[in-house]
């Protein structure tokens, strides 16, 4: 399908819905170009919703198709290829495809695109049937409309696209060039380890080096320094503030990164930036809280974003050169990407500035990150919405947490997302599908495969390895997966992801390679009572 004007405009704002681009005094126009630029204006009315239909032409309408969306943030094991629903709700972007990746004859393939570009200024979803598709931009301010005061929006740039004898999977990955045509990299493929994944919050100062020596060892040699990240329970309080004050365990957070670094890793740490349940931030004021939920910071506030600079900066000052920011999206508009359906947030609440839209305010906190972090500071975002820190963040948390204790876990939530995701990879970012978590509760027969194509994908293989689960031969393997992911030179891609959730088939610098992601019984997600 061409890119061309929708044939339908509906604008939905606070007390009134028009089905045409005027609704009071606010205005919808557009654009067309090398993409079609949507534009809102508004002065006393305030906007909630866009809806655009394009109704297809006979020459538009395929048979025979199935659909992949995206997530609102992180995949929960639920991306995958289905025939056409109408109710569907995709966000950012859908591809439309015939056909079957299995097949290595790609003549008669054909994939459309459609999407937006990436750092919208809108939270955008789309919907496909059989007789044309619908875009939804929601340029809600938390969930009122937004107080444009007369300025213009910029709320989004339409692009579609269409490729013809190609794979889907390639196809893929050319519509999300399209989306995103700058990518903001580390200069050195990012992998290593991180503690969460055995430790579960329960570590210390001595067991993060003794971790940092694990994987400075089985890395010893290589041109490319691992990561050792610190997860969650190094600060004061469980998953929350103040960042500025250690719990018992640990001592001086800047010493340790020193530490850690003679060791031979580059020093990471993770943080959750909009919480305050404790009451605990000194400087925290009554009006920084968000009004949905007063445990939370409102990042709308510039005192907030200041706030956050600052401990940005501190942990930079401190040695950390990977900032893992984490809860986010939860934090800010109460739901997980799972639980929000055609509204990222429910009506009824505002941020403390009403004049910037939802996706706005968003996306100037995740720069404001990344200004205070610097470019030699690697930002991975974990529960940040994708579209937003596309071409600015350099990993992204693809998925949901996999596990080192339960495999089905594993299964869902990192083989689903590294499939259905992997288009993205080093385009919009590098796609992190999470780590493999080596505890000896998972069998290794196992876990070495998920070990084995998280680290011949091209994508960040991080690793939690519970120290002294596994044997010579095991370490060895592992060893041998982190140097060939040190370099991330693999060409890698699902060939099954069209029929199967949890791809099974792969193809890996030009040879298939299979995998069995079940153990002998089966998905064992169903465990009755005696």
């Known amino acids: 399908m061409i890119l061309r004007l929708p044939d339908l405009v509906s604008l939905f704002c606070e007390g009134e819905t028009s089905s045409a681009p005027v609704c009071g005094d606010a205005k919808v126009d557009f654009d067309l170009s090398d993409s079609l630029k949507v534009t809102l204006t508004a002065s006393e009315t305030h906007p909630k919703y866009i809806r655009l239909r394009w109704n297809f032409t006979d020459c538009e309408k395929r048979e025979g198709v199935k659909i992949l969306g995206d997530a609102y943030e992180r995949g929960y094991g639920n991306l995958s290829w289905q025939n056409i629903s109408a109710e569907r709700i995709m966000p950012w972007y859908i591809l439309v495809s015939n056909g079957s ?11 459309e695109g459609f999407g937006v570009k990436v750092q919208p200024s809108s939270i955008v979803t789309w919907q496909y049937d059989d007789a044309g598709i619908t875009m939804w931009a929601d340029v809600r301010n938390g969930g009122s409309g937004v107080h444009l005061g007369g300025r213009e929006l910029t709320v989004c740039e339409i692009v579609f696209g269409e490729y013809r004898d190609m794979t889907a999977f390639d196809a893929g990955r050319a519509f999300c060039r399209l989306m995103c045509p700058v990518t903001v990299s580390a200069d050195h493929p990012v992998y290593g380890s991180n503690n969460w994944y055995y430790a579960y919050g329960k570590s210390s100062h001595d067991e993060i080096l003794a971790d940092t020596e694990i994987v400075a060892s089985q890395c010893a040699g290589l041109d490319n320094i691992p990561y050792m990240v610190i997860d969650d329970g190094w600060q004061k309080n469980n998953c929350d503030a103040p960042w500025t004050v250690t719990n018992e365990r640990f001592h001086d957070m800047k010493a340790l990164a020193s530490e ?9 740490i993770w943080l959750r930036y909009l919480i305050d349940s404790r009451r ?5 004021k009554d009006e920084w809280r968000l009004m949905r939920d007063n445990n939370y910071l409102d990042p709308s506030h510039p005192e907030v974003i200041d706030y956050v600079k600052r401990i940005t900066s501190m942990l930079v000052d401190w040695g950390y050169t990977l900032i893992k920011h984490d809860y986010s999206t939860a934090d800010i508009f109460g739901a997980w990407g799972f639980q929000m359906g055609p509204q990222m947030t429910k009506d009824g609440w505002n941020f403390h500035d009403r004049s910037r839209t939802s996706a706005e305010i968003v996306r100037d906190f995740y720069q404001a990150v990344k200004d205070a972090a610097g470019r030699d500071c690697v930002i991975i975002g974990c529960n940040t919405i994708s579209h937003l820190c596309a071409g600015m963040y350099e990993l992204n948390r693809t998925g949901d947490d996999t596990s080192g204790f339960d495999w089905n876990r594993t299964r869902k939530m990192g083989v689903n997302t590294l499939a259905m995701r992997l288009i993205q990879n080093g385009i919009f970012y590098m796609a992190d599908a999470d780590c493999v978590g080596i505890t000896g509760a998972i069998d290794w027969s196992l876990n070495r495969q998920w070990l084995d194509v998280l680290g011949r994908t091209g994508s960040p293989l991080f690793v939690s390895c519970k120290p002294g689960v596994l044997n010579d031969d095991e370490i060895a393997e592992l060893r041998a ?7 991330q030179k693999n060409i890698a891609r699902p060939l099954d992801w069209m029929e199967n959730d949890y791809p099974s088939v792969w193809e890996i610098d030009g040879k298939e390679v ?3 992601w079940y153990p002998i019984d089966g998905a064992t997600n169903f465990k009755p009572k005696a």
Not at 101 to 111: A, E, K, L, S
Not at 260 to 268: D, K, L, S, W
Not at 280 to 284: C, S, T, V, Y
Request: aromatic residues 8%; glycine residues 8%.
């Open 101 to 111: 990746d299995r097949n290595p004859d790609v003549t008669g393939r054909f994939t």
């Open 260 to 268: 850690m670094a003679a060791r031979g890793v580059r020093p990471g």
């Open 280 to 284: 605990e931030i000194p400087e925290a």
């Open 481 to 487: 997966a982190w140097a060939e992911n040190s370099v």
């Open 514 to 516: 299979r995998y069995n």
